[in-house]
T-cell receptor
Framework: GENVEQHPSTLSVQEGDSAVIKCTYSDSASNYFPWYKQELGKRPQLIIDIRSNVGEKKDQRIAVTLNKTAKHFSLHITETQPEDSAVYFCAASRGDSSYKLIFGSGTRLLVRP | DAEITQSPRHKITETGRQVTLACHQTWNHNNMFWYRQDLGHGLRLIHYSYGVQDTNKGEVSDGYSVSRSNTEDLPLTLESAASSQTSVYFC????????????FGQGTRLTVV
């Protein structure tokens, strides 16, 4: 069945360093890959997404890369700041009239000042 | 502004009772979803709907049911609450289209005692 694996489950970095979170999906028909950020006690919110016909997408300090052959995609955060501390979720969706999002298990990122 | 709201925000119920969690969105989205969030498991899909009168089971549907009588609402019912259903529940909605953002409600923290 459809499955998304996410690693690591926790990540601690020094302020200013980079953070990388990796996900692997099982459904080869997946073509949309969003990343959500969830701050403590809040709802998940979209921070960046990528479509299957794009290999990389950047938005300021955040970038996402996709390797469709290997069924891997990653979130890269550069110059981390304390406000980046949160739980990050990757997800995958087919989009061919199947709009459900399958989420990874989440990564708790701690940015140490 | 369009939004998605859940009620109640917090609920404590006893084992064996029937409980209904409400989800209401004003975007006129066809696609609505219920997830539960547990530590170490991320967001797991319970049920989803792609339109009025359409409902589908997700990966953890046992003990839950949904109904979709209009576009705006997707109530989640726990037929006979169990302690294993203690969790945070999130409703989400998403427009048609392969690359559309999913918007989440504020969440409902349910405790079954």
């Amino acid at each position: 069945g459809e499955n998304v694996e996410q690693h690591p489950s926790t990540l601690s970095v020094q302020e200013g360093d980079s953070a990388v979170i990796k996900c692997t999906y099982s459904d080869s028909a997946s073509n949309y890959f969003p990343w959500y950020k969830q701050e403590l006690g809040k709802r998940p919110q979209l921070i960046i997404d990528i479509r299957s016909n794009v290999g990389e997408k950047k938005d300021q300090r955040i970038a996402v890369t996709l390797n469709k052959t290997a069924k891997h995609f990653s979130l890269h955060i550069t110059e981390t700041q304390p406000e980046d501390s949160a739980v990050y979720f990757c997800a995958a969706s087919r989009g061919d009239s199947s709009y459900k999002l399958i989420f990874g298990s989440g990564t708790r990122l701690l940015v140490r000042p | 502004d369009a939004e998605i709201t859940q009620s109640p925000r917090h609920k404590i119920t006893e084992t064996g009772r029937q409980v209904t969690l409400a989800c209401h969105q004003t975007w006129n989205h066809n696609n609505m979803f219920w997830y539960r969030q547990d530590l170490g498991h991320g967001l797991r899909l319970i049920h989803y709907s792609y339109g009025v009168q359409d409902t589908n089971k997700g990966e953890v549907s046992d003990g839950y049911s949904v109904s979709r009588s209009n576009t705006e609402d997707l109530p989640l019912t726990l037929e006979s609450a169990a302690s294993s259903q203690t969790s945070v529940y999130f409703c989400a909605s998403r427009a048609q289209g392969a690359n559309t953002e999913a918007f989440f409600g504020q969440g409902t923290r349910l405790t079954v005692v």
